[in-house]
């Protein structure tokens, strides 16, 4: 079982940019972020293979945020640019075998961390 610890979230105006982090313990795969807001489904917002080399987002952060992973594959970051008020929500990382936007191909999952834009 891997653990997973995200960092970096908090409260940003419109417009603004945040860079997410999220720590693993040990090897990991592809690994994913996604965000729920309150009262809503928890939502796919990107993913990146183990290598890097292939990334998939979400169309409502497509151009704005950008997902990477360290050399040593252990961490993975999101940056988010242009934030909106609709990006508020506790956005989680998760880890896992599979590759893609599904929830079911992540068997390991963080806490979350709370992003919270504000006009």
């Known amino acids: 079982q891997v653990q997973l610890v995200e960092s970096g979230g908090g409260l940003v105006q419109t417009g603004g940019s945040l860079r997410l982090s999220c720590a693993a313990s040990?090897?990991?795969?592809?690994m994913g972020w996604f965000r729920q807001a309150p009262g809503k489904e928890r939502e796919f917002v990107s993913a990146?293979?183990?290598?890097?080399?292939?990334?998939l987002y979400a169309d409502s952060v497509k151009g704005r945020f950008t997902i990477s992973r360290d050399k040593a594959k252990i961490t993975v970051y999101l940056q988010m640019n242009g934030l909106k008020l609709e990006d508020t929500a506790v956005y989680y990382c998760?880890?896992?075998?599979?590759?893609?936007?599904?929830?079911?191909?992540?068997?390991?999952w963080g806490q979350g961390t709370q992003v919270t834009v504000s006009s």
């Open positions: 990146i293979t183990w290598s890097g080399g292939n990334t």
């Open positions: 040990g090897r990991t795969y592809a």
């Open positions: 998760a880890a896992g075998r599979g590759y893609g936007s599904s929830r079911s191909v992540y068997e390991n």
